[in-house]
């Protein structure tokens, strides 16, 4: 069983946000999406493959884990860019998503794109997932040190995001959860803003689940908040 909370924060710098995080703990499902486009275009994304997601899951409540994600992230990538193709308004939408759904003890974590999912137990912080950009894809492979990657011209650049391309490549994990356990969702105007250390203190406090994400948010705009900070904490009772 698992506790949750969910908070989402504009920034410092832009007007509005486009991330968006949905809390199902009736069907054990915790969604972060970070979308991407032009005017309303992103918001619109995230919001439409996240509760895509949450309706494939509900229509398939008997499923395995895994199946069931990567099929709610194959629809949401559809609809999504299904849409983009009927409004011009939102032509070149899409999103980031991270998941997880509780299925029998166990917690199915699922992304595309760089949105993160990280497991924290006694006191260690570890990602769950792997980013899909070119930093991590290409860069790392290439030799390039982390600190010329931190800045380097191509560090924002996805390698898959839902809405972009029918060849979607759904990345899944799954987690054993231990009492006290913490999971962690974010957008990377968290992760990539934040330092660890950071992160990992206001996990490591004794506070509520609220004010971990109020600490996180805060971590994050005291570097200048130059994108939308969203934060889901799950700990598992």
């Not at 995001?161 to 029918?166: K, L, P, Q, Y």
């Not at 509520?208 to 598992?236: F, M, Q, Y």
Request: net charge negative.
């Amino acid at each position: 069983m698992l506790e949750a909370f969910g908070a989402s924060d504009p920034g410092c710098v832009r007007a509005n946000n486009e991330d968006y995080y949905l809390l199902a703990p009736s069907m054990g499902l915790y969604v972060v999406a970070d979308g991407m486009g032009g005017a309303q275009a992103g918001e619109h994304a995230s919001k439409l493959a996240a509760e895509t997601l949450w309706d494939v899951v509900l229509q398939n409540p008997d499923s395995a884990g895994a199946t069931v994600l990567v099929e709610a992230f194959r629809e949401a990538n559809h609809q999504v860019m299904e849409a983009s193709l009927a409004d011009p308004a939102l032509e070149g939408m899409g999103t980031t998503m991270v998941a997880v759904l509780e299925r029998k003890g166990e917690l199915w974590v699922a992304s595309v794109g760089d949105s993160r999912a990280y497991l924290f137990d006694d006191g260690e912080l570890h990602a769950i997932t792997e980013d899909q950009s070119w930093v991590n894809e290409v860069g790392r492979r290439l030799g390039i040190d982390e600190d010329t990657l931190k800045n380097h011209p191509m560090r924002h650049v996805l390698t898959m995001a839902i809405g972009v391309s029918e060849q979607l490549r759904v990345l899944t994990y799954v987690v054993k959860p231990t009492p006290g356990m913490l999971v962690l969702l974010c957008s990377d105007g968290l992760h990539g803003v934040a330092l660890e250390e950071e992160i990992k203190a206001a996990l490591a406090s004794k506070d509520s689940l609220e004010a971990k994400c109020e600490a996180l948010i805060a971590a994050a705009r005291e570097h200048g908040g130059p994108d939308n900070i969203t934060a889901v904490l799950l700990k598992a009772v």
